[in-house]
């Protein structure tokens, strides 16, 4: 291939925790320095790296930040490549002020995420994690484990973009009632387009799939979790910040809610002394809902793709800031 001068020996600076050649790989074809900074790096660590970087691949694990200082002192950037759908510790309105675009990788976890929803579900309403943990104490807990049937439920979806969507089809599937409430207008094959409030009230289960921003931050708080109905199950595999965990584990433990099932949280790693950890009510993950082989394959794709893009002079896709409006691949 022969290259641009210009882009030759571009510089990629990696946060998330790939090696040197993989993130060369990422680029292939293209003569690039690659530069992977090793985890517990601090602030200060990174602005430094970042600063003459032409590329940065965005951390996967939301260990560090991109904030308006760390993106004032990026000299040259022609992309941040985030490799994840959620891009919250990244402060898009500066970079785009600054002619920085942004980009997500949009979709590559709608599959694995939708199945953790649905297994999440099966989990509370059949007490699988909660009847596994009686039983290796001893248990022959049957007797209560009274569950309810998917099909039987009507599930509300708080959001339906990529991975909102992919739920509702494998609602469908075990025969569930779905509602849904977006902010864009969307029509969805098979479900009833409501008011939040209407699909608060309504739902057997609420599964948030919402961005993290101030629109939605304490979305799910006390008061909508009062216009839920008694007894009903909420699953979040969107963002930590979306839901009041002290709104949320008040009313577990008063028995208000039936159930919650989380792979996100306020704060991660969930602190050792949360409160989430000892309720029996909840069942809990580690932000693992997209860890998946298959997933983690479509994301170094989606990072590969746009990369070579910028490289080659190309403008990137996926953006979800200002720098640069064009969108492909959503």
Request: glycine share 10%; aromatic share 4%.
């Amino acid at each position: 291939m022969i290259q641009d001068p210009e882009v030759m020996m571009s510089r990629i600076v990696c946060l998330s925790p790939l090696t040197e050649d993989q993130v060369r790989g990422l680029a292939k074809g293209f003569d690039v320095e690659a530069v992977v900074l090793p985890g517990g790096s601090t602030p200060e660590e990174v602005r430094a790296a970042v600063a003459d970087a032409d590329i940065v691949i965005g951390d996967g694990l939301h260990r560090y930040h991109l904030d308006a200082g760390v993106l004032a002192a990026m000299r040259r950037c022609r992309l941040v490549q985030q490799p994840s759908v959620g891009f919250d510790g990244i402060d898009c309105e500066t970079a785009a002020r600054l002619g920085i675009p942004v980009s997500n990788s949009a979709g590559y976890n709608l599959d694995s995420v939708a199945d953790w929803v649905v297994m999440a579900i099966l989990n509370l309403i059949r007490h699988g994690a909660w009847g596994d943990r009686r039983m290796r104490a001893g248990e022959w807990p049957m007797l209560k484990m009274l569950g309810r049937e998917l099909g039987a439920l009507t599930v509300g979806l708080v959001g339906v973009g990529n991975t909102g969507g992919a739920v509702a089809d494998r609602l469908r599937a075990f025969g569930s009632r779905v509602l849904y409430y977006d902010v864009v207008p969307r029509s969805v094959t098979g479900a009833e387009s409501c008011e939040l409030n209407e699909v608060l009230a309504r739902s057997d289960v609420v599964s948030v799939h919402v961005p993290l921003d101030d629109s939605t931050r304490g979305l799910i708080g006390t008061a909508a979790i009062e216009r839920m109905k008694q007894g009903a199950y909420l699953i979040n595999s969107s963002r930590g910040p979306v839901v009041d965990e002290d709104a949320l584990v008040a009313a577990l433990a008063s028995g208000r809610l039936a159930a919650a099932a989380l792979d996100v949280f306020a704060t991660e790693p969930l602190p050792a002394g949360s409160e989430l950890r000892r309720l029996e009510n909840v069942f809990i993950t580690p932000h693992a809902a997209a860890f998946t082989r298959d997933a983690n394959e479509r994301v170094l794709a989606i990072v590969a793709a746009n990369i070579r893009r910028v490289l080659s002079g190309e403008p990137p896709f996926n953006v979800v800031n200002t720098a640069r409006p064009q969108q492909e691949n959503k």
